[in-house]
């Protein structure tokens, strides 16, 4: 995350963490742990393309949580708005790291990194931010409860920023006033800065959040799984 923005707490709000001098550990230069394209990355033939998505969320007739600021101490004028099927925001995206430690995520990368993530793999551990791209909600308060609106950890966002979608899980909680946030991998996939200290972007990301049971994951870490459910409810959305 930059310098000046919302880190998370254990188990509950976010942080991240990425490059050093060593030039492997460099957004240009991934280290060893870095993994190649996933599905996250692949566009066929008829998937909901960025402007597609863009249109279907042109308007907020639904306010069902805010005001939250992109980063701490900002202005909080950013609402989430509510679909049948889905909520959704428009905001910045910050860099998370936190959860397993890594090449990219440790403390020599980011003095903030925690080790641990609100959400847990299926063998019970922290997700991992330089593989799985996730993204980050606030944590329950009065300005918006996610569970409340439908969502879960698991839960699949649709990741909107400049002319890409990506699709993720939702993997960990955030600060109660500020929202924009994704892991290190998701940053990545979308061809943003993925360092946690001078990356991310002050760009418009738009956030599409799908609500139900159906819209989540079974296992955390399946980025496969994510993808199919991301891209059948992305469709749904569309009409499709």
Avoid at 114 to 123: G, H, I, L, W
Avoid at 163 to 175: C, E, N
Avoid at 212 to 238: C, N, R, Y
Wanted: aromatic share 4%; glycine share 10%.
């Amino acid at each position: 995350m930059r310098v000046g923005l919302a880190h998370s707490l254990v188990l509950l709000l976010v942080s991240p963490a990425a490059c050093g001098s060593d030039p492997s550990s460099s957004p240009d230069a991934p280290g060893p742990d870095a993994p190649g394209p996933d599905a996250s990355t692949v566009d066929a033939p008829g998937d909901p393309t960025a402007a597609e998505l863009r249109a279907a969320i042109a308007s907020c007739d639904t306010v069902v949580g805010g005001m939250f600021a992109r980063d701490a101490g900002g202005t909080a004028n950013i609402s989430i708005c509510g679909l049948p099927t889905a909520v959704f925001w428009t905001a910045d995206l910050d860099v998370d790291c936190d959860g397993k430690m890594s090449t990219a995520c440790n403390l020599s990368t980011d003095p903030s990194y925690q080790n641990q993530t609100a959400a847990s793999d299926s063998m019970g551990n922290p997700l991992d931010a330089a593989t799985l791209p996730y993204v980050v909600v606030p944590v329950k308060s009065t300005r918006f409860n996610y569970q409340s609106a439908g969502l879960a950890l698991g839960s699949i966002v649709a990741v909107i920023y400049a002319d890409q979608v990506a699709y993720g899980v939702i993997g960990d909680l955030g600060p109660s006033t500020v929202i924009g946030e994704a892991s290190y991998r998701m940053a990545e996939v979308l061809g943003i800065d993925p360092d946690p200290s001078t990356g991310g972007t002050n760009a418009d990301v738009a956030y599409v959040a799908f609500t139900g049971a159906s819209a989540k994951v079974t296992t955390m870490e399946d980025q496969a799984e994510a993808q199919a459910i991301g891209l059948a409810h992305a469709k749904a959305l569309l009409g499709r």
